[in-house]
């Protein structure tokens, strides 16, 4: 199986604890439609932390999830990882979009349950949910903070490895059905062969049997202001702060980080061994924070020590933190980002 940012082995290690308790109960999303989350902790706290994993990823998978339920039992709030079509395989299928909607259902159902303060916590793909989140749906859900944990480019990845292929084949099928770019009722109503399933010998490329071209561009494209491309490519390092004279349709940072809400907290907790992160290509965390940091900035009017993100890059984790002195690291940093911004 191919393995790529978003889809990391999440198998612990045999002195590592892989069974928490907790409680699961349903939330709605539609008058058809309601899935499961699962609450641990303190599940009486005024604060809840809703974790949302990367591709491939569901309820309780991630290596480091028993932490930080250990975390919210000392600290006194309540961790919920909710259930969403797109956990495990079925990313192949689905979008941010439908992310957002399903997680904004839970939101809403937690704030019905009397918590006061909820912080959204993405990692991996979920970083790219959480930021989706706060650009689309704050307005009518808001949250209290956001956590980003290895957050980093699925494009740059696959570009390492060999996913070029499907890339073409992907922007060939967009560029075919949309020579115009896609329009925003073309994506909602899902018009046209890029809502179609791909070849499964081009899905398996994913470790998918199905998936969508859409999904495969989504994931693979380069993002772009007005043809509403490449919707998940929020990190990737080449993305300029402005608009590029080379690139004029590209999505610029100014266009995503500077339109991010600006009172709400956020922490990017960056793995210092991330084996998706482009190192090898000289990115640097602290250089990609930079970059955002300053266009939420400008995009806030504001002054860059006035803008409320902070950045901590984990010593020697892999993307989903396999390792547990890594663990204990993260989870500090995740209880005094709690304890100390909201």
């Known amino acids: 199986m191919s ?18 308790p907790g409680t699961v109960e349903l939330f709605e999303v539609t008058d058809d439609q309601r899935l ?13 932390v809703v974790f949302v994993g990367g591709l491939t990823d569901g309820m309780g998978s991630v290596s480091y999830a028993p932490k930080l339920s250990e975390l919210a039992e000392r600290q006194k709030f309540t961790l919920v990882q909710p259930h969403w079509s797109s956990a495990y395989e079925g990313y192949g299928l689905g979008s941010l979009q439908r992310d957002c909607v399903e997680i904004e259902a839970c939101i809403k159902h937690l704030r019905l349950k009397g918590k006061k303060k909820i912080v959204l916590m993405g990692h991996s793909t979920g970083c790219q949910i ?12 808001p949250v209290n903070g956001a956590i980003l944990q290895a957050s980093c480019s699925d494009r740059e ?20 059905c949309f020579p115009n770019g896609l329009t925003a009722e073309d994506r909602e109503e899902k018009r ?14 994913f470790g998918l049997t199905y998936m969508t071209w859409y999904r495969a ?20 390092s080449d993305i300029p702060i402005h608009a590029d004279a080379s690139s004029p349709e590209q999505r610029p940072l ?3 980080f500077g339109n991010l809400p600006r009172d709400i907290p956020m922490l990017f907790a960056f793995s210092g061994a991330d084996e998706y ?36 890059v984990v010593p020697g984790a892999s993307h989903s933190v396999k390792q547990s002195e890594a663990q204990v690291v993260l989870m500090k940093a995740v209880g005094d980002f709690l304890r100390e911004k909201l």
């Open 3 to 20: 393995t790529f940012a978003g889809m990391p082995n999440t198998t612990t290690s045999k002195d590592q604890t892989t069974a928490f």
């Open 130 to 141: 959480s930021i989706q989140y706060l650009l689309t749906k704050q307005a009518q859900t």
């Open 277 to 312: 992160f482009p190192f090898s290509q000289g990115v640097t965390p602290e250089g990609n924070f930079a970059k955002w940091k300053q266009a939420a900035a400008e995009g806030m009017k504001r002054d860059e020590d006035e803008v409320r993100m902070q950045m901590t």
């Open 36 to 48: 499961p989350c699962m609450l641990s902790g303190d599940q009486d706290a005024f604060l809840a």
């Open 254 to 256: 100014i266009e995503t």
């Open 217 to 236: 561009w989504s994931l693979l494209c380069v993002g772009c202001l007005f043809a509403f491309s490449g919707d998940d490519d929020y990190f990737s």
């Open 157 to 176: 990845a696959f570009a390492e490895e060999g996913h070029v292929r499907v890339a073409k084949s992907a922007k060939e099928i967009h560029d075919k």
């Open 192 to 205: 046209g062969e890029l809502w179609d399933c791909m070849p499964r010998e081009l899905a398996k490329e």
